[in-house]
Every structure is written in structure tokens, then in C-alpha cells.
């Protein structure tokens, strides 16, 4: 057989393949992407990029500007509603859809690599859900989105050495007259020892007040001589 039937063969059998099996854009829907592509160009190219990871004082870094002491920060997009950003976060938070979270992570880690001001990161720190949280939904998004950006930047990742715990009855009460009151649940840091010394990129999905971040970098802040940088997919103004 030559090779001209042998492609043929190849595309007939792929056609055929498509038509069971539809290859969809997982942000538009329509199928003329190539078959190891989540996303067509069109929604590659319509993708919002910040680019605030190239910039000091960028309005992400604003946001911790007098409640937690960061190096750097950073949100790779721009979420709007009933936006390109919004249909991709929710696949992959609501809907099962790990690889758009961790193709999305490749994508922030490039901007990160790119940029001098994350440079130092030793660690990539997933912001925890609660346990049954995380049981319900079978994973953690922001720890899918740091296998993303470690798949591009070598960081490696520590799950599970920040955990999230419901406030105890008397925990509230205590914390009622605090200004973290709305942040429900609080986090602990187990084995110190690993993140001593050490800078810190915490990451989540989407940032909008920061309160749940800021309450998270504080207890990663209380580890000795740790530094804190933090990144997010994407950012929704207030
Ligand atoms: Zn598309």
C-alpha cells in the first residue's frame, strides 16, 4: 500500500472515529479543533490575558495591600460573566473537567516563567477545600491547576501540608468581633518544617476579595522566615 492510501486510510478511520466520538471546543462547543487541542484557535485567541504577572502594584497585588505582606502576585485572566473564562472555570470546577483546568495552569505557568517577579517560587501551594468539599467533588481545582503550572515551570507542588477546618461552635464565637468573621473555616499548616524558609506561591481559581486568600497566606505567613506569593486563573473585579 502507498502512502497516499495509507493517509487516506488514516482519515477516513479518524473521520469516522469523530462522528461517534465528537471532539468538542470545551469553550464554544464547535469541532474543528485538532483532535489533542481542548480549545479552537478562535477561543485560544479570545482567551482575556491579564498580563499582570509582569507588573509591580498590578491591581492584584492591590488587593493585599495593607492586610498581608506579599512578594508578588498575579490572576493569568480577566472573568466576566456568562464569559469564555466563566464556561472553563465552571467545566472545571462543576463538571468534572480536570484537563481544561490543568491546560489552563500550563497556560498561567508560561506567564509565570515569563516573568522575573516569580522567579524565587519554591513551592506551589493549592488553596485547600474543606475535606468533604473536596471528598464530594473528587478533587481540588486549585491543586489541578498547580499540576498545570508545575507541568511548565518545575515547581513542584504541596498538597495537603495546608488544610481547611470548619470553626468550631466556640471557635465562631470567639472570632465573632475579629475581621476574618466571614471567612468561614480556618487554616492550618501541618509539617512546618517543609515550607520553613521557603517561598510560597498559594494558589486558587478565582480571586474577588481575597478574604479567603489572605486568610490562607496568614497562617502559611505565621511558618518561620516564610515568604508568600499568590496566583489565580482568574480575576473578578467587585
Ligand atoms: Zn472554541
Known amino acids: 500500500m502507498n502512502?497516499?492510501?495509507?493517509n487516506s486510510l488514516k482519515t477516513i478511520f479518524s473521520d469516522t472515529?469523530?462522528?461517534?466520538?465528537?471532539?468538542?471546543?470545551?469553550?464554544?462547543?464547535?469541532?474543528i479543533l485538532d483532535e489533542n487541542n481542548l480549545l479552537c484557535l478562535q477561543c485560544i485567541n479570545n482567551l482575556p490575558h491579564s498580563n499582570f504577572a509582569q507588573h509591580a502594584n498590578n491591581p492584584i497585588e492591590k488587593i493585599f495591600w495593607g492586610r498581608i505582606p506579599i512578594t508578588a502576585a498575579h490572576?493569568?485572566?480577566?472573568?466576566?460573566?456568562?464569559?469564555?473564562?466563566?464556561?472553563?472555570?465552571?467545566?472545571?470546577?462543576?463538571?468534572?473537567?480536570?484537563?481544561?483546568?490543568?491546560?489552563?495552569?500550563?497556560?498561567?505557568?508560561?506567564?509565570?516563567?515569563?516573568?522575573?517577579?516569580f522567579q524565587q517560587i519554591d513551592y506551589l501551594v493549592p488553596l485547600p477545600l474543606y475535606p468533604?468539599?473536596?471528598?464530594?467533588r473528587g478533587y481540588n481545582q486549585a491543586a489541578i491547576i498547580c499540576n498545570g503550572i508545575s507541568e511548565t515551570t518545575t515547581i513542584?507542588?504541596?498538597?495537603?501540608?495546608?488544610?481547611?477546618?470548619?470553626f468550631t461552635e466556640?471557635?465562631?464565637?470567639?472570632?465573632?468581633?475579629?475581621?476574618?468573621?466571614?471567612?468561614?473555616?480556618?487554616?492550618?499548616?501541618?509539617n512546618k518544617e517543609r515550607l520553613m524558609?521557603?517561598?510560597?506561591?498559594?494558589?486558587?481559581?478565582?480571586?474577588t476579595t481575597g478574604a479567603t486568600l489572605e486568610s490562607c497566606g496568614q497562617a502559611v505567613l505565621q511558618v518561620e522566615g516564610t515568604t508568600l506569593s499568590i496566583a489565580t486563573l482568574a480575576f473578578a473585579a467587585k
Open 156 to 166: 513542584p507542588v504541596l498538597n495537603n501540608y495546608v488544610i481547611r477546618q470548619r
Open 75 to 117: 490572576a493569568e485572566f480577566y472573568f466576566a460573566k456568562e464569559s469564555l473564562v466563566q464556561t472553563l472555570i465552571h467545566q472545571l470546577k462543576y463538571k468534572n473537567n480536570k484537563e481544561i483546568g490543568f491546560y489552563l495552569g500550563e497556560v498561567m505557568g508560561r506567564s509565570l516563567l515569563n516573568s522575573n517577579r
Open 17 to 31: 472515529l469523530h462522528l461517534f466520538y465528537p471532539h468538542l471546543c470545551n469553550g464554544c462547543g464547535s469541532d
Open 132 to 136: 468533604d468539599k473536596e471528598r464530594k
Open 197 to 207: 524558609g521557603k517561598h510560597i506561591l498559594l494558589v486558587d481559581d478565582v480571586i
Open 170 to 190: 466556640t471557635q465562631t464565637r470567639k472570632h465573632r468581633t475579629e475581621r476574618w468573621e466571614n471567612v468561614e473555616g480556618s487554616f492550618i499548616v501541618k
Open 3 to 6: 502512502t497516499f492510501s495509507m
